[in-house]
């Protein structure tokens, strides 16, 4: 009689050989090439429903390391070094937009009326301060954020909900000298590229995008010996690339990257500076996504 073992293993030699019969038929019949991800299709749906439950999660089932409440000095020690004098260089015309801002603590402190023991005031010039843009998927608006947009009036700090960065229009969001992210879009996306296309965009000339994204490989290869990794990126010839070394063939941009190896995971703090209008970003696709917070992805290099 055969074994369990063996007999899972005929049903899986099985499966092989009609997973091989099938891409021959498809090809011979003039429908393409068929590649794993697109028939893992279902599982990436699934995966995608499962980070949306994630998103909007509330109260007590708000897992712990989904953190929406960080506020500005927090974005002061987690975004590259230039930031905050960035942000303090702006004056009352010039805009600020958050993606994935989460409750918008940090714009409510950046935006504080002054003197109020405000915690924004390192990061705020004395001259005015900027309009700011809170955006986020799920809205986390809180009661302070509505008093003192009401407070502030005259629109200087906005609350977006409802839809991804994607699904905005340029005209509906104008365009800003600052762009931030910190644990939003750029760490949760499945379109990485799309995503920095949209921000580059958004952005003003001399404009810049401050972020930062855990869990990858370092430009500076410092990275500890058995690191889990959250975003792994390939070349088209499916060898590592690093996150800076792909953004670094965008046109258009000045690319500096703060590398962390000594971090709880091996993250990269990335300014991108937008210095012309032709931005194009080298398309990456999407290889693997698994739900979290954050959620793990590979991409490819399109050819
Ligand atoms: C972990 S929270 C981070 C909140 C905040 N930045 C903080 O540090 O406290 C993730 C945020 O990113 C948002 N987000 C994720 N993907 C997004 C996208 N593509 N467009 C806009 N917001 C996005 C979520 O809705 C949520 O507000």
Redesign the pocket.
Known sequence: MRSVKSSVQGWKAAAACLAVVIVIVVQALGLGAVWPQELAEPRLDEEIAEQEKI?QRRGADVPSG?????GLS??AE?LPSGFCDALGRLGSSDRWL??????G??ILDYSAPEGDASPGEKCAAPGGKARAVA????D?QTDKWRQQAASLGDDRIRYL?G????QYSGEELGKFQIIT?????F???EDLSQ?VEKVLSLLEFGGGFYTLVPGVHLEDGKDKLGVLYLTELENATGRPEKVCSWLKKTSCVQVTCESKSDWKRPTELINIRKVCSDTSVPRMKLVEYEAG??PDRRFQLEK
């Open positions: 998103f989904y953190i929406t409440n960080r927090g974005y987690l958050d993606i994935g801002a989460g409750a603590q940090a955006m986020s998927i799920e986390r909900s839809k991804r960065l994607r992210d910190v644990f939003g879009g760490t949760y996306t995503f917070y954050p």
